[in-house]
């Protein structure tokens, strides 16, 4: 069993930037690929980052990228998003989430459904 907890969500002006953190329990984070989703108002959710359980490849939205880094620390387990530029459409809750990955280490997971866990979100506002 994995826990994830994030931090780092706030309030910040356009323009601005936030560093979100996804802490995990567990014994086994190195066995996990990784990723970062969203849920805006009234919207679905939608994938914003991941990263293989290699670390070797990531993957990110049209819209973040060039904006948006995601890492990992396995010594830490911890996962991070950080977020420039910001811009009021990035408002929404974030979530991290993992995806057990054994064999397909180098593989980078874009849609919710394949996840395993999730964390409860942290809300990020952008203000114009």
């Known amino acids: 069993q994995v826990e994830l907890e994030e931090s780092g969500g706030g309030l910040v002006q356009a323009g601005g930037s936030l560093r979100l953190s996804c802490a995990a329990s567990?014994?086994?984070?190195?066995?996990?690929?990784v990723g970062w989703f969203r849920q805006g108002p009234g919207k679905e959710r939608e994938f914003v980052a991941a990263?293989?359980?290699?670390?070797?490849?990531?993957a990110y939205a049209d819209s973040v990228k060039g904006r948006f880094t995601i890492s990992r620390d396995n010594a830490k387990k911890t996962v991070d998003l950080q977020m420039n530029s910001l811009k009021p459409e990035d408002t929404a809750v974030y979530y991290c989430a993992l995806k057990e990955s054994l064999y397909l280490v180098n593989y980078v997971y874009t849609r919710p459904g394949p996840y395993d866990y999730w964390g409860q979100g942290t809300q990020v506002t952008v203000s114009s």
């Open positions: 567990g014994r086994t984070f190195l066995n996990y690929a």
């Open positions: 990263m293989s359980r290699s670390g070797g490849n990531a």
